[in-house]
């Protein structure tokens, strides 16, 4: 029997002065919705604490789409922190919703928001805190169904066993329909089969439990997985994609918390989807095609925005902002507009191809604190392989504009382990860098206080990705690389950072694996591990350990070369992007041949507009 809803907000409140941040488990924030009447409840969950996901913009749109319709609920849950968690565990308190703080095992839907392949036993905590059952084939008639959703589901089969139904692609009109389909089975009295039935047909949705996983000589050792006969799933379910993004109000941040956030600012989502074609970002392939708001919806967006939560932060967030054919047009105004008040307006990351005077002005009108710029490879050579499309001429014009504009500190991205990356390529990094700061100095004078970080992460071949055959780096040979890149920066003003290369040996792993990889994901939780991306909670040894105890060699696995002509474990889920366009990709990758930006050029091929029945929708011209 299905848990009862009721407030359970006394059984937490006397454990408050007992853990650290109790203001993460507060509920009635301002601007946050409260419990509608009607009888159909839905709970979005991010599995990590209320402070890295409270700003998610995924469960922000999803909190405000679902809200709308008559008859449902929808509210909000974040994992706990390990000292509320174990508490709750020793006082019998399941995990609870924020807004109403009744029992997740007490809703009729649960969906999670996976950000990255290192929530993975963070869903299995959520889940077991709830009482949910963390594998969907255990679930009882009247359990929750276990919705999955967001930027790492492109290889979902590590996870897919605690899934009742993952959306793959843009979530707003398509949460509506499976929520639709859950309500009108329980009115009917279906059985839970049946709604899992009715769910696969809702395009953009997957249903592993139809699905069974079949290794032959044609897949690689994970398998594959195939509709099991009968089900009527398809062989291949093609995401779902919002076509048009204006139709849609951006002003989803309502809400304002009681405590510091990561990004303690007002996100305002200004476009969605890349056409640059870089060939390690799963993300500029999975969420084409390019979608532009006009300007005027953006800045009046942000001003609303600011106006309601007071934020003195806004963000505008995409995955290539500076792309926006009216981002100039949108600065400028925000400009004019927010002068005086104290309110500054940013950008995740800015193109070094794009970034000339006006632009450099524009985006730091209101401070000169750092910008960040993102290279990924130091030498031209590199760049090339990976298309990023940015030459030395551009990076060293970038950062004379930035500099003339006023700015002093600068961050620079790169990553490490790319295919045909050779020590001359690591080397370049630290020229790279050392040649931006000498231009600071020169613009600047040498005592300005120029200074410039770069921060080194290791390369992780992700599905969907024309690098998606290549293994990562072994561990120590990343490890000698990291050295080599210390040694080879003299300069005092170039600091280093790099990531953790057995964390992202985990992160390889999983996203190489199929379904059997859900075994590890369970074992490493039993061991203890929750909260992996943090680094003080990340536990190598635990991960090995668990990796031994179900037969898996996480080197091997992370290091594994898939040849071509395999299937792979994720090509029953598709964004798209033909196998032969990333197959082209890669032989031009080897060559070291560049693609076009089919935003700014003729069509690549890439195949997700013909496929999908969408097209590029630009508010103005980017030539």
């Known amino acids: 029997m299905r848990a009862a809803r009721e407030d359970l907000f006394h059984r937490i409140e006397p454990l408050l002065t007992r853990v650290d941040k109790p203001a993460r488990y507060l509920d009635h924030e301002w601007g946050a919705t409260e419990e509608q009447d009607g009888p159909f409840h839905v709970c979005m969950v991010y599995p990590d604490v209320y402070e890295v996901g409270q700003p998610n913009l995924a469960i922000a749109i999803l909190y405000d789409v679902l809200n709308r319709q008559e008859g449902v609920s929808c509210e909000r849950a974040y994992l706990p922190w390990v000292d509320m968690a174990d508490l709750m565990r020793e006082e019998g308190i399941p995990l609870l919703a924020l807004e109403s703080s009744a029992p997740l095992a007490s809703f009729d839907v649960v969906g999670f928001t996976l950000a990255h392949e290192m929530a993975c036993t963070n869903v299995v905590e959520a889940l077991d805190l709830a009482g949910i059952p963390v594998r969907a084939e255990e679930r009882a008639e009247d359990d929750p169904f276990v919705f999955g959703g967001g930027p790492s589901v492109w290889n979902c089969e590590p996870v897919a066993p605690a899934f009742d139904a993952i959306l793959l692609g843009d979530g707003e009109e398509a949460i509506v329909e499976m929520v639709d389909c859950v309500r009108r089975g329980r009115d009917r009295g279906d ?132 792309d926006h054919s009216q981002c100039r047009e949108m600065l400028q105004e925000l400009d004019r507009d927010l002068a005086g008040t104290g309110v500054r307006v940013s950008i995740p990351s800015q193109r070094m191809d794009s970034f000339g005077v006006e632009m450099a002005a524009a985006v730091g009108a209101s401070r000169k604190a750092g910008l960040t710029f993102a290279p990924e490879a130091g030498s031209q050579r590199l760049r090339d ?158 991960w090995c ?40 990709e890669w032989r031009r990758a080897a060559r070291g041949v560049t693609t076009e930006d089919c935003t700014r050029a003729s069509c690549v091929g890439c195949g997700v507009c013909p496929t999908l029945s969408v097209h590029n929708d630009l508010a103005g011209d980017r030539s």
């Open 191 to 322: 059985s839970r089969e049946q709604v899992l039935l009715d769910l696969a047909r809702v395009q953009g949705v997957y249903v592993p439990s139809l699905y069974e996983v079949v290794v032959d000589e044609g897949s690689t050792r994970w398998g594959y997985a195939r509709p099991k006969e009968g089900t009527g799933a398809p062989g291949r379910v093609l995401k779902r994609t919002l076509q048009d993004l204006s139709a849609t109000d951006p002003s989803y941040q309502r809400i304002v918390p009681y405590m510091g956030l990561i990004q303690d600012r007002l996100a305002v989502e200004v476009l969605r989807g890349c056409a640059r074609g870089c060939r390690f970002c799963q993300a500029g392939m999975t969420y084409r095609p390019v979608r532009e708001r006009p300007a005027d919806q953006v800045v009046d967006a942000c001003e609303r925005g600011l106006e309601r939560t007071g934020f003195d932060e806004c963000s505008l967030s995409s995955l290539s902002t500076t």
């Open 385 to 542: 392989v990976i298309n990023k499309n940015v030459t030395e001429r551009d990076i060293e014009q970038a950062a004379r504009n930035a500099f003339s504009a006023g700015w002093r500190r600068m961050k620079l991205y790169f990553m490490m382990g790319l295919p045909t990356e050779t020590d001359e390529d690591i080397i370049k990094i630290s020229e790279c860098a050392e040649r931006v700061c000498g231009i600071g100095r020169e613009v600047l004078g040498r005592r300005a206080g120029v200074s410039v970080s770069i921060s080194v992460a290791v390369f992780v071949p992700k599905a969907h990705t024309p690098f998606q055959w290549v293994g990562q780096l072994p561990l120590d040979e990343v490890v000698r690389r990291q050295q080599l890149l210390l040694h080879s920066t003299p300069d005092r003003a170039v600091r280093i950072s790099y990531h953790d290369a057995r964390t992202s040996q985990v992160e390889a792993a999983l996203s190489k694996m199929g379904r059997r990889g859900f075994d590890l994901v369970m074992e490493a939780w039993r061991l203890g591990c929750r909260f992996d991306a943090w680094s003080d909670q990340f536990s190598y040894e635990r």
């Open 545 to 584: 350990e668990a990796a031994r105890n179900v037969g898996v060699d996480l080197a091997e696995t992370a290091s594994e070369s898939f040849d071509h002509s395999l299937r792979l474990p994720w090509e029953h889920t598709s964004p798209g992007v033909s196998r032969g366009f990333l197959e082209r």
